[in-house]
């Protein structure tokens, strides 16, 4: 079965059917006994231990037979033809007509399965197990109302036959009918005490009822009765989940695979997501060995280790199982993909560009790749070749906004602010409500001179996540810096630094609009601060050199303004501002010589996202 990851479990129509077609004796297919309901079929009518009672005619008998034969042949359309060559022999048979609706839904035909469910359930003189398939075949059909009918009749011929009652509540559960589902559940169970199916179904009216514990309980119930009953430990453990109680989920699967089936692979797939999710690593690896020391060759089950060996951050683990995994299928691009990754955070990254490369060679279509290609190229300050796979993804995967990020960050990289622009807003296109990219198309206005378009993307990005953080501090600092809603960018500064009180250009940025507000003490702890967070930071400095200046510490000044210039030597307006405020030719100074020969020595680190303080 396909294991049912909702953990509300209202949605049961579908399953409802099923149920009602598969648990009840029935002509259809021996299923007095049937324990399983999430198969997607009725098994097939071939599979009754012992012929039905054939038309009394003689031809009618012979067809009859015939056709039951086929069934257990599998040959349906051969069976179909033998049934109605026996109903034509004896119109009256109401035997040959519950075959025929069987036959006819197995294959899929409603209307003719409805067609003979209608004359049975109109006829006289049935077993209630009849009735009973019958009202499973119009309710799967959509008629509930003539189907409780069928059930209602089979009720009255033998009312302590509980499991007629089981069917009646879950159609009543899907119209909402909770109360009177109930009712009939339990009154179902009076007759039929160990029945698993009564139990279940009763969980399952809880759950609509919003009762869980309850549903716990009755689960609990069906498991005692029935320790192979599939269905409860399954619901059981969804109902954990539901929860949060993920912990509990993982007792009531292993419990399942100890006790019912310990082959069932969706289960157990399941059983390991459980345990990453709870990071529980080790529990996850030996649920893999199992299944690998039940089929070696089991592709998925490896995967699934490698996936664990990254979590844990044992990179060669896992490097060296996707490895094996592409030996045996080469063509597995997000296998290869993930294999990229891997090799990127093992810092070996010409191999990682080698495995994203031969993935596009494979496919020159395949999206993942060329996002995680250009995003590294982006981060090698390749921004050519960053921008040509980026460009390919957002063709590719236009509704997702990351690749328009990174494009739109490279073209901001490469000075090309209106590309950058261009870049930002056809990703706003398609993703109108993403925050991220209207706080980038904001920086990329900023760098075009166009600060009214600087203000509504922000102010955008604002309104869609007001707990933006760095639109809350690229907006407060640049009112700041420009000496403009002073109140406003403290306003602004403040938030940011209450969402992320450790982020040192924040700090900076409330310390900077305490300085224009005068507020200079204030603006001396936020930027010293800054300082002790971020450590050497040009911008900082110099923020700091001008809060001594205004305190009439020229010493301290003097001091934070060289090393600011230490740092970033080609500041032009800084050396300007050195020499007018009498503090001599900063040029001259050793450590500025030194620092000019070290930024004409090494390059720059590469970013990796935009400056916190606009230039």
């Not at 324990?35 to 079929?41: D, E, G, M, N």
């Not at 509540?169 to 039929?192: D, P």
């Not at 690998?292 to 699934?304: F, K, S, T, Y």
């Not at 020499?579 to 100074?589: F, L």
């Amino acid at each position: 079965m396909v294991w049912n990851r909702r953990s509300s479990g209202h949605d049961l129509t579908v399953f409802a059917i099923k149920l009602i077609i598969l648990f009840l004796p029935c002509v259809l297919a021996a299923c007095a006994t049937a324990t399983q309901p999430q198969q997607t079929a009725p098994p097939p009518p071939a599979t009754a231990q012992q012929p039905p009672q054939a038309a009394p005619e003689s031809d009618a008998t012979y067809h009859f037979m015939m056709g039951h034969q086929a069934e257990l042949a599998q040959d349906l359309d051969t069976a179909l033809k033998e049934y109605q060559a026996a109903l034509k022999a004896d119109p009256t048979s109401q035997e040959v007509k519950s075959r025929l609706a069987a036959l006819h839904f197995a294959l899929g035909d409603m209307t003719q399965a409805v067609q003979y469910a209608e004359d049975v359930g109109q006829g006289t003189g049935h077993e209630p197990q009849l009735l009973t398939q019958m009202a499973g075949i119009l309710a799967s059909a959509g008629k509930p109302e003539t189907a409780i009918e069928l059930l209602d009749k089979a009720i009255a011929i033998n009312p302590e036959r509980g499991e007629s009652y089981f069917p009646k509540s879950l159609i009543l559960l899907n119209q909402k009918r909770i109360a009177e589902s109930e009712q009939v559940a339990k009154k179902g169970l009076q007759y039929a005490a160990d029945s698993p199916i009564g139990y279940y179904y009763l969980g399952r009216i809880s759950i609509e009822a919003g009762n869980m514990e309850q549903a716990l309980s009755s689960f609990d119930r069906a498991i005692s009765v029935n320790p192979s009953f599939e269905p409860a430990y399954l619901a059981q453990a969804s109902v954990h989940e539901s929860r949060q109680e993920k912990d509990k989920a993982i007792a009531v699967l292993k419990l399942y695979l100890h006790q019912v089936n310990p082959r069932n692979r969706e289960v157990r797939q399941h059983l390991i997501q459980l345990y990453i999710a709870t990071k529980d690593y080790a529990g996850g690896l030996a649920e893999l060995e199992t299944m690998l020391e039940d089929n070696p060759g089991d592709l998925d089950a490896q995967l699934r280790m490698a996936l664990i060996y990254g979590e844990k951050k044992e990179f060669s683990k896992a490097i060296a199982q996707l490895t094996d995994i592409l030996k045996v299928k080469p063509a597995e691009l997000k296998v290869r993909d993930y294999l990229g990754y891997l090799y990127e955070e093992t810092k070996d990254l010409p191999k990682a560009m080698e495995t994203y490369r031969y993935n596009l060679h494979l496919d020159p279509r395949f999206a993942d790749s060329h996002i995680h290609l250009g995003v590294l190229l982006y981060r090698l300050k390749q921004f050519p070749e960053a921008v040509t796979h980026l460009d390919e993804a957002v063709q590719l995967m236009p509704k997702q906004p990351e690749p328009h990020i990174v494009l739109g960050l490279a073209h901001l990289q490469s000075e090309q602010f209106e590309k950058a622009s261009q870049a930002f807003q056809e990703g706003i296109r398609h993703n109108p409500k993403n925050a991220d990219l209207h706080f980038n198309l904001g920086t990329a206005y900023d760098k075009l001179n166009r600060f009214d378009d600087v203000e509504r993307a922000m102010e955008t990005a604002l309104s869609l996540d007001p707990h933006h953080a760095d639109a809350l501090n690229y907006l407060g600092y640049s009112y700041a810096e420009r000496d403009m809603k002073i109140d406003q960018a403290l306003s602004l500064t403040k938030r940011a630094v209450a969402l992320k009180p450790e982020n040192g250009y924040y700090v900076d940025s409330l310390g900077w609009a305490f300085y224009k507000s005068g507020l200079l003490s204030e603006a001396l702890t936020e930027i010293k601060r800054a300082v002790s967070l971020v450590g050497d930071d040009p911008v900082i400095y110099e923020h700091l050199g001008e809060v001594y200046m205004k305190q009439h510490k020229m010493t301290d000044a003097r001091d934070a303004w060289l090393h600011s210039l230490e740092l970033d030597p080609s500041n032009e307006k800084l050396l300007q501002r050195f020499r007018e405020q009498g503090m001599a030719n900063p040029a001259y100074e050793d450590r500025i010589q030194q620092a000019k020969r070290r930024v004409s020595e090494k390059a720059q680190s590469p970013q990796t996202t935009p400056q916190t303080h606009p230039d």
